[in-house]
């Protein structure tokens, strides 16, 4: 994560610089070691408190002043942005028509007002690329929001209240978790008949949502046990205060890592059912589906261009989605305030 | 310091593999014997018996180790006598079978007339379960022991059309003329089986065991199979290696990669995409040459949309807008070819392969093509759909191509919509129930190079394979005049024939399919068959 | 801990049964099978109706699957439509499957860990940034891409291995294979690791170890990586799922009959004996990775206890 590049010089206070309300950790902490500090370099961190943070803001609103601070938020939330204005209006950057192609120029490499190239059909890689972030944008993302919420409530309630409780959601689970992919694809999406992104995220979230439960469910397993969770249910906080206000803002890290690399995985799962017949269908492009065309049958030894552009959009994608999950978990740690 | 020093272990132990792995694997390549081919192969997807195979991979090997009453040539794709002296007949129903002398199993006991015709009514009899049953259909009392309907018993276990008249001898009785019968009986279907066979087929399927050029030493299911040279074989095409190891792969690409590093004489199948790269790899050492097989696409003529004078110029439109010369250069790189009529190259023009038959129809015309589809009332509810299965045999590019060819004539982005099907028993079982809306795929790999195969069981009243739902009493009745006549008259009228088909177009041409195969600097002679399956007894180990 | 063991281990009597009908019916869902056993040809109904007799498939669901359950206890799995029984399948398939995924498991965990931890104490430097870049890099090339090109590049090009595995599959011909199907786990380990370790290394337990004056090596090792190790642990329980039943890709490259490629097929050509009894096997791999990650949480964080 290079986030240190992008934070401004005027931004980063001297490490020490928050040492007079809490004891820096890298300070006291692995300080005469040379490269520990770079883990406690509170940075960011360190300037919100002494910029005296008001009582009365609870911990999601201090999470929220966090990441507004936060470049790498900034800059991940401009990406999106970007992304999600390509996907309503792929035309204002890309003006041909992505669907028609010409196989005469197949596999053809960049020309004058093609500077992308063709891909096996002789359609223009650039107008395809730019119109597949609908799709895959669309797809990725209520697909990660999807298995991050079923998996993460699923998986959270099951670390939270143990016992048998546990014992269910786990076995659940674990049937879920033995559904081969292509098998769980075909079936469902021979039942919705439906068109569009829907039933394919529906296929993703169904099969998907196991991993973020057991991430989920480690996660609060081991935040349950910390003093500061006992100390809360010792005063008599209730479940639901407990879970919300001590657990979740802990356990959500491993949950965050995950599935926003998950949404990558997911683009090219998405291919994977196309392939089968049974995702997203012509005339609909996607990223995923120009991946795996690349991949088929070697094409991209000959034209390594028809993988190198929807793979780099497909990257950048990811990168922003990282780039978000960090600044968010960061700003969810109270260890880093 | 526990985890530590378990970590640097784990690293020190994978980098050693590594090493020692790196200096294992370059010295060995493979357990090639001396004068020994080595090739790929393919899981077969049914146990490997004459009757039960219908594709390539199980067909291989059958290949190898059976030898019928006739073998086609690979060269001209001919049905000359292997097993059978002579096959004689005065009204083209009844035959006399004489077999040559001295022809053995590759376990000493003698091929004899009861060889065929016991392993003919055993691929016969319904209870026996074997695919490829309806080879036999032709002979009388086949409806005996294969009732039609389902869950019926058979009435008996053997054909009535079959006698053994002595050991080399038997006859048989047709339920219908059938001039170019003995023409057919090169397919593997027609195998005869060894005793062995009918006493313990559990062991015989592990280690079969035939009258071919090769017998089976080895076979390791799903993995691989060794072969060795029949000493005594008595056919004319003996092995010139002294054997062939079949090795399965599960990807055509890997069984490429592997024959680049060496470790693989003779990979056949290469990938279209690859062949661009075949050139460059393999220093020309490749094949590209016809095999027996068609793609077109059907239509389902039992919807209403689809019948009458109007539809057929809206798929004649249809015809003419696709561009097969780019298609199969551009996607295919020659590796298929355009197709002008619906047989194949390899039967040759003796054999009723009539180039330029489809005249107009199959080239691409952008202009005729709109006006035709205008003048039969556009397409059918404003669009059509391509529908294939797409699990295997990599059908999604040229559906694509075509769909995108029709639509650019068309101008239209929305004329033609790719529909595919996610498995092929799910695709078949459509056709089956004639749930087809728009057009379709429909592949058809010959069974026997003899035009009555690429046209009969695709285009005659209710036939098997007659997935459009086709009927047409002109045609059918030429073909069973063609059936009825002799041999190159016969040809003669099955080519009238089609041209019956061609005018109505229940189907349209599309390409013929060729094989391909690439093989290593240790081996010359490699040529494929008609099947497009390497003729393994004329390849020489340098 | 023994009666949770005992506990554990009961449970999974109903997760078999719920997954054996579960499969059962979805592979039922998928329609006859016999339509694709004749190539391109309309089955011959006679035929059609024996074959399908053959395999149960004439008989209502429920009773398809008592028979299925009973054949089972009687150690006969049923057979595949190319008349190989299931459990020889499996007895070729699981050997080399768990092989790989060991190899992969422990190129991950090794390369994953180390990575991550690197990561997460320098982070923003060339390391972590290098991570970030592989874990793009992964995650957008598919892994047929990677695959290939490597097993080109080492088995062609500087021919180092054989680009095809053997049927025997010995551990050194499964190392590239290994690494290939584990890169993108290993993404998703660094990444957690260096979360993990970054969000630990200021913990007070972390300071009370450094100002103890422990050397540093051993704060990390001891101190910060077992706490942090947790939800990697989760992540590689889970992962064994995916290394074993997804390895399709890896596979078919490498030329492996393993449970990937067999439930592919078996999925594909609509065979429920074979999808069911491999996807059985496997619920069983994973019960027994959950009950060991749960009973690892206790060894790494002595908090946590188990009745």
């Known amino acids: ?337 | 310091m526990r985890t530590a020093t378990r970590v640097t272990g784990a690293v020190a132990v994978v980098v050693t593999l590594a090493v020692v792995t790196a200096a294992c694997s370059s010295g060995a390549t493979g357990s090639g014997g001396s004068e020994v081919v080595r090739a790929s192969w393919g899981d077969p997807q049914h146990p490997l018996e004459p009757a039960n195979t219908n594709e390539v991979q199980g067909g291989k090997v059958l290949d190898m180790i059976f030898r019928g009453l006739k073998r086609y040539d690979p060269r001209t794709g001919k049905a000359v006598d292997a097993v059978a002296e002579s096959i004689e007949t005065e009204d083209q129903r009844n035959f006399t079978v004489t077999l040559r002398k001295g022809w053995e199993f590759s376990d000493g006991t003698p091929v004899t007339a009861e060889s065929f015709v016991d392993a003919w009514n055993y691929g016969a009899l319904v209870t026996n379960n074997q695919v490829n049953s309806y080879f036999f259909q032709y002979i009388e009392g086949y409806d005996d022991v294969h009732p039609e309907e389902e869950g019926a018993e058979p009435t008996a276990r053997t054909m009535s059309g079959l006698k053994v008249k002595d050991d080399r001898t038997f006859t048989v009785r047709l339920n219908q003329k059938f001039s170019q019968w003995p023409q057919t009986l090169g397919y593997n279907a027609y195998a005869p089986l060894p005793k062995a066979f009918f006493e313990d087929r559990e062991a015989w399927l592990r280690k079969p065991v035939g009258n071919g050029p090769y017998k089976i030493d080895s076979y390791a299911r799903g993995q691989s199979m060794t072969l060795s040279r029949n000493e005594n074989y008595s056919g004319e095409d003996k092995a010139r290696n002294e054997g062939v190891e079949l090795k399965v792969y599960t990807d055509s690409n890997t069984a490429y990669t592997d024959l680049q590093a060496g470790n693989l004489d003779v990979a056949d199948d290469i990938p279209a995409s690859q062949l661009k790269n075949a050139e460059r790899d393999l220093n020309g050492r490749y094949v590209n040459q016809p095999a027996g097989i068609l793609q077109t696409l059907s239509f389902p003529l039992y919807r209403e949309e689809w019948q009458g004078e109007r539809a057929r110029k809206v798929r004649q439109g249809i015809s003419m807008a696709i561009d097969r010369q780019r298609i199969t250069e551009r996607i295919y790189h020659g590796t298929r070819i355009p197709a002008t009529d619906l047989t194949s190259p390899v039967l040759g023009p003796d054999g009723g392969y009539a180039e330029g038959l489809c005249g107009r129809t199959c080239a691409y015309a952008p202009e005729r093509a709109r006006r035709l589809i205008e003048e039969g009332g556009g397409l059918p509810g404003g669009s059509i759909t391509l529908t294939s299965n797409v699990d295997t045999g990599s059908h999604r590019q040229w559906l694509d191509a075509v769909c995108n060819s029709v639509n650019n004539v068309l101008d239209d982005n929305d004329a033609c919509r790719v529909r595919p099907v996610g498995t092929f028993a799910d695709y078949r079982r459509d056709i089956a129930a004639k749930e087809m809306k728009g057009m379709f795929r429909a592949g058809w790999q010959m069974d026997y190079p003899l035009i009555q195969n690429f046209l009969q069981p695709l285009y005659y009243t209710d036939a098997s394979s007659n997935d459009s739902g086709y009927s047409s009493e002109e045609f059918d009745e030429l073909v069973d005049r063609a059936n009825a006549a002799d041999g190159p008259e016969a040809v003669g009228i099955f080519r009238e024939a089609q041209k019956i088909v061609l005018q109505d177009l229940p189907a349209i041409p599309l390409w013929y399919q060729n094989g391909t195969a690439g093989y290593s600097d240790r081996v010359k002679g490699v040529r494929l068959n008609a099947f497009s399956v390497p003729v393994f007894t004329d390849i020489e180990v340098a | 801990m023994g009666r949770y063991v005992i506990r554990r281990l009961f449970q999974m009597v109903p997760v078999f049964i719920g997954t054996t009908f579960l499969i059962f019916v979805m592979v039922y869902a998928l329609g006859d099978p016999v339509a694709g056993l004749f190539g391109d040809r309309a089955p011959d109904p006679a035929t059609a109706a024996l074959l399908r007799e053959e395999f149960d498939l004439d008989k209502p669901l429920w009773q398809q699957y008592l028979l299925y359950l009973g054949k089972i206890f009687t150690g006969d799995f049923g057979t595949a439509f190319n008349g190989r029984p299931v459990t020889e399948l499996m007895a070729t398939a699981f050997p080399v499957t768990v092989r790989l995924m060991l190899v992969a498991l422990v190129i991950e965990m090794v390369a994953g860990i180390l990575l991550g931890v690197v990561s997460g104490l320098r982070r923003g430097r060339g390391v972590d940034t290098s991570v970030l870049l592989l874990t793009l890099l992964v995650i957008s090339v598919p892994t047929f891409v990677t695959g290939a090109t490597l097993q080109f590049l080492l088995g062609v090009k500087w021919p180092l291995v054989n680009p095809a595995v053997s049927a025997e599959a010995p551990l050194g011909e499964l190392l590239l294979p290994g690494l290939v199907l584990a890169l993108v786990s290993l993404a998703y380990i660094a990444r957690l690791t260096r979360t993990s370790v970054a969000e630990n290394a200021r913990a007070d337990y972390v300071r009370t170890a450094v100002s103890k004056g422990l050397p540093r090596r051993r704060v990390v090792t001891h101190h910060l990586l077992r706490n942090s190790l947790i939800p990697v642990v989760t992540f590689l329980g889970t992962d064994i799922g995916s290394l074993m039943a997804g390895a399709l890709v890896t596979e078919r490259i490498f030329n492996i009959q393993g449970v990937g490629y067999q439930l592919y097929q078996g999925v594909l050509r609509q065979n429920s004996p074979t999808v069911v009894g491999f996807v059985t096997i496997l619920v069983l791999v994973f019960l027994t990775a959950n009950l060991l990650v749960d009973l690892l949480y206790a060894v790494l964080d002595p908090r946590i206890r188990y009745a």
């Open chain 1, 1 to 337: 994560m290079p986030e240190s590049p992008l934070r401004s010089p005027s931004e980063e206070p001297p490490a020490l610089g928050g040492a007079s309300v809490a004891p820096a950790p890298d300070g006291i902490g692995i300080g005469p070691v040379e490269d520990l500090p770079a883990v406690g370099r509170p940075g960011r961190r360190a300037h919100a408190r002494p910029r005296g943070r008001r009582r009365t803001r609870g911990l999601w609103s201090d999470a929220w002043h966090d990441l507004c601070r936060n470049p790498v938020f900034g800059i991940s939330a401009l990406l999106i942005l970007f992304l999600l204005v390509v996907s309503v209006w792929p035309g204002l950057i890309a003006s041909r028509d992505p669907l028609s192609c010409d196989l005469g120029r197949a596999l053809d490499g960049p020309a004058p007002g093609h500077w992308f190239g063709f891909d096996a059909q002789g359609c223009d890689v650039y107008t395809r690329t730019v119109h597949g972030a609908r799709a895959s944008v669309a797809v990725a993302v209520c697909a990660t929001l999807g298995t991050a919420l079923v998996g993460g409530v699923l998986g959270g309630l099951a670390g939270f209240f143990e016992g048998w409780a546990d014992g269910v959601l786990s076995r659940i689970t674990d049937i879920f978790f033995g559904i081969p992919m292509v098998l769980g694809g075909l079936v469902f999406l021979a039942m919705v008949k439906a068109e569009g992104i829907w039933p394919v995220v529906w296929v993703i979230v169904a099969l998907g949502w196991p991993q973020a439960a057991r991430i989920a469910r480690g996660s609060v397993i081991t935040v349950r046990q910390n003093d500061f969770v006992q100390a809360a249910r010792a005063l008599g906080a209730g479940s639901t205060r407990m879970l919300v206000r001590h657990v979740l803002p802990n356990a959500v890290a491993p949950v965050i890592v995950v599935t926003t690399i998950a949404l990558g995985t997911y683009v090219a799962l998405e291919a994977t059912l196309s392939f089968l017949g049974i995702g997203l269908q012509p005339p609909t492009v996607s990223w995923g589906v120009a991946i795996s065309d690349a991949s088929s049958g070697m094409q991209f030894r000959n034209a390594p261009h028809i993988l190198l552009y929807p793979a780099a959009a497909l990257s950048v994608t990811v990168l922003a989605f990282i780039m978000l999950g960090d600044a968010v978990r960061d700003a969810l740690d109270p260890k880093m305030r």
